[in-house]
């Protein structure tokens, strides 16, 4: 008896501190995240004059899914920009699946013009030292991606060098740049087909 | 059960260091030392983590029942886990994406269950706070060490990316001791991390041996 009383009362204290902590955290925590979020966003859209501030307006889930926008492939959240009331860039989070070790979830810029604004990995478990180079920290190649568009580079050059296409590979990896160039592709190919329809979807907040 | 504060910490670094000698919690020794950053990252937390429990479990000593001890113990150790992955989201928010499902995982790591139920529930808090932090360097110097070889093996860098254990924006390239093109990529591979430890603990085994053959002599 003596036992369980003393064990529910170290419990509850322990419940009680965390709870406390969680209370006190939760606002930082959120403050955290959207900075980095924000500092992402500001490294794929450089160019960051625009009527809302970053991270931009997101596209309601339900707006997108009532105008069947969204089938699982679909590059999501996405996020718009105008300028002057005038649509002028997106912001699509793509996850790709078929990494060498699991997904690989990737910003993708992109502006009105149907241009790549800038591409940055926000996760992945590829290899140290083999995979990573799709981190900007660890080499430039994530920029060979800046300007690019379909017009420029046709669908066959959107494959690593030694599979024929436009892009670097890097030593003893392909699959890894190979799965973000596909993705990168894939989110080009949705945004030109649904770019007018998202951005013809009212504004979640007035700018 | 007295200790001399010398000889915990002595034990806690090498004498029966957690790693190299009981080898206890090898999984994240072996998961996150692909760089110095985040070995050094998650042996902190593991340091802090059973600084926490030891003392708390120790404070408790005289109202743990033995039944429930077990129950108990792993309930402080999750909470302080769990304070302390908090305080990581909020001020270390990279750090945290980058140690993604091995901080939560402290919870499990059986060193420290290990030390509550053989060392902190038997003694008052000083003792309890100078094992857990003897014990918890030991694994995190282990872990550090384990993470520089292969880092600097696999990618010729020591140190890069320790912008997210400072929490400053700007990113540290670290020290690059030879071009990244040079590394043997196996280091930075799961097979990497067994046969490095291996060789650490071969490297250390004389030193124990020696020790143990001395000891048992009369």
């Known amino acids: 008896m003596k036992a369980s009383l003393a064990f529910s009362a170290v419990i509850t204290v322990i419940v009680v501190v965390v709870m406390l902590v969680d209370a006190g955290s939760r606002e930082r925590i959120e403050q955290s995240r959207a900075a980095l979020t924000a500092l992402r966003m500001a490294q794929v859209l450089p160019d960051g004059s625009f009527d809302s501030p970053l991270p931009g307006d997101r596209l309601p889930e339900e707006s997108g899914q009532a105008l069947e926008l969204f089938d699982e492939d679909a590059p999501l959240p996405i996020h718009r920009y105008w300028r002057d009331g005038e649509p002028a860039a997106a ?56 300007a690019l568009s379909l017009e420029t580079l046709p669908q066959s050059g959107w494959a690593v060098a030694k599979r024929g296409g436009h892009f670097d590979a890097f030593t003893g990896a392909t699959i890894t740049p190979q799965a973000v160039i596909r993705g990168v592709y894939n989110s080009l190919v949705w945004f030109e087909q649904h770019a007018t329809t998202v951005f013809e979807q009212p504004r979640t907040h007035a700018s | 059960m007295k200790v001399s504060t010398q000889e915990l910490i002595v034990d806690g670094l090498w004498r029966r260091n957690p790693a190299l000698v009981q080898l206890l919690g090898l999984c994240p020794l072996l998961a996150v030392s692909s760089t110095a950053i985040d070995a050094l990252a998650l042996g902190l937390a593991t340091l802090v983590t059973l600084l926490v429990s030891n003392l708390v479990v ?144 071969a490297v250390c085994s004389p030193a124990y041996t020696s020790r143990r053959s001395s000891a048992a002599r009369p």
């Open chain 1, 91 to 146: 912001i699509m989070q793509v996850t790709v699946p078929d990494g060498y070790n699991g997904d690989i979830v990737l910003l993708v810029g992109v502006t009105a013009d149907r241009k790549v604004s800038g591409v940055r990995v926000i996760s992945h478990r590829e290899t140290p030292g083999l995979g990573d180079d799709i981190e900007l920290r660890r080499s430039d190649w994530i920029k060979s991606f800046d």
């Open chain 2, 58 to 201: 120790s404070l408790l000593r005289q109202w743990i029942a033995p039944a429930v001890r077990l129950p108990m113990q792993i309930a402080v150790i999750a909470g302080t886990v769990t304070v302390i992955e908090l305080v990581t989201a909020a001020y270390l928010p990279a750090l945290h994406d980058s140690l993604g499902i091995f901080l939560p995982l402290i919870v499990t790591n059986c060193l420290i269950l290990a030390r509550s139920e053989a060392f902190a529930r038997h003694q008052s808090p000083a003792p309890a706070v100078i094992d857990g932090l003897a014990t918890g360097s030991g694994f995190a110097l282990t872990l550090l060490a384990l993470g520089m070889l292969r880092e600097v093996i696999g990618q010729g860098s020591l140190f890069a990316g320790a912008e997210r254990l400072t929490g400053s924006h700007s990113a540290v390239a670290g020290i690059q001791v030879f071009s990244a093109e040079h590394g043997l990529i196996l280091a930075a591979l799961p097979p990497g991390a067994f046969i490095l430890l291996g060789l650490l603990l």
